[in-house]
């Protein structure tokens, strides 16, 4: 049984409301009692037909008059034991054994997975090397005629051997560990091969330079040869008149002698 408060029914002023009252949406602070609202109380101001709120309250029991200490110490046992096994499922488990490939173990997608995880700027490169069905093995055994029959550049080579020569070292490829280490070796060597490339394109420059100065001289020293053929070629034809003229002055002195 329960008591609501200071609450009392308005219909039979009892102040034990059996854990539910009802009390009225239309009249102010009127409460009933279940047995009056199921005989359908009515009062002065209230009537039968006004709307009612079921207003509940929770049992309270009193658990050492509900149960004989027997039945209470075969509850606490029973709740023992289910505490241990639900305690028991929560133990802690070691973590499973994480198992590591090393370069040479890498199948031919397996070698496209890592690469593709070491660095998604060389997908071109790892399907390339699918496409070929190259297995990590096929890779370390590469030379320079297989690097070539796969159209495979020179720092993307370079990249390659670099990862070959950590496998030399046995390092495991699948341990995230390593990783960035291998992507700052790579970035490395990406560097030093861009800066290669940079000096061979300054020094393909100065020899075009170069080339460039020397055609134009080459022309230069043509034209004034041409010059100087033309010059030559004057020359001659002046000469020859000059021959010309010079025969012709010594058969007018021969003529001029014989008469």
């Known amino acids: 049984m329960s008591t609501q408060?200071?609450?009392?029914?308005?219909?039979?002023?009892?102040?034990?409301?059996?854990?539910?009252?009802?009390?009225?949406?239309?009249?102010?602070?009127?409460?009933?009692?279940?047995?009056?609202?199921?005989?359908?109380?009515?009062?002065?101001?209230?009537?039968?037909?006004?709307?009612?709120?079921?207003?509940?309250?929770?049992?309270?029991?009193?658990?050492?008059t509900f149960f004989s200490r027997q039945h209470s110490d075969q509850l606490n046992q029973l709740g023992d034991t289910y505490l241990s096994r639900y305690m028991s499922n929560l133990s802690v488990k070691p973590p499973p054994t994480r198992t590591f490939e090393t370069f040479d173990q890498l199948t031919i997608d397996g070698l496209y997975e890592y690469l593709l995880r070491l660095d998604p700027n060389i997908q071109s490169l790892a399907e390339n090397l699918r496409t070929h069905r190259v297995s990590g093995l096929d890779l370390i055994n590469f030379n320079e005629n297989d690097?070539?029959?796969?159209?495979?550049?020179?720092?993307?080579?370079?990249?390659?051997?670099?990862?070959?020569?950590?496998?030399k070292l046995n390092l495991k490829v699948s341990d995230t560990t390593q990783t960035p280490d291998e992507i700052v070796e790579l970035k490395s060597v990406i560097k030093k091969q861009?800066?290669?490339?940079?000096?061979?394109?300054?020094?393909?420059?100065?020899?075009?330079?170069?080339?460039?100065?020397?055609?134009?001289?080459?022309?230069?020293?043509?034209?004034?040869?041409?010059?100087?053929?033309?010059?030559m070629e004057k020359q001659k034809q002046e000469m020859d008149m000059l021959l010309e003229l010079v025969e012709q002055q010594r058969a007018l002195i021969s003529a001029s002698q014989k008469s």
Do not use: W
């Not at 070539?148 to 720092?155: R, V």
């Not at 300054?202 to 020397?214: G, N, R």
């Open 5 to 64: 408060s200071n609450i009392s029914c308005n219909g039979c002023y009892t102040y034990d409301f059996s854990n539910v009252r009802y009390k009225c949406q239309i009249c102010s602070n009127y409460n009933l009692c279940l047995t009056c609202y199921n005989n359908k109380k009515q009062t002065l101001n209230h009537l039968s037909s006004h709307m009612m709120l079921r207003i509940e309250y929770p049992l309270i029991v009193n658990r050492d």
């Open 194 to 231: 861009e800066e290669d490339i940079q000096e061979k394109n300054k020094s393909i420059q100065q020899l075009e330079d170069i080339l460039e100065k020397h055609e134009q001289q080459t022309q230069l020293q043509n034209a004034i040869i041409e010059q100087l053929q033309d010059a």
């Open 147 to 167: 690097y070539e029959n796969l159209n495979i550049s020179y720092g993307e080579k370079k990249k390659l051997q670099l990862l070959i020569e950590r496998k």
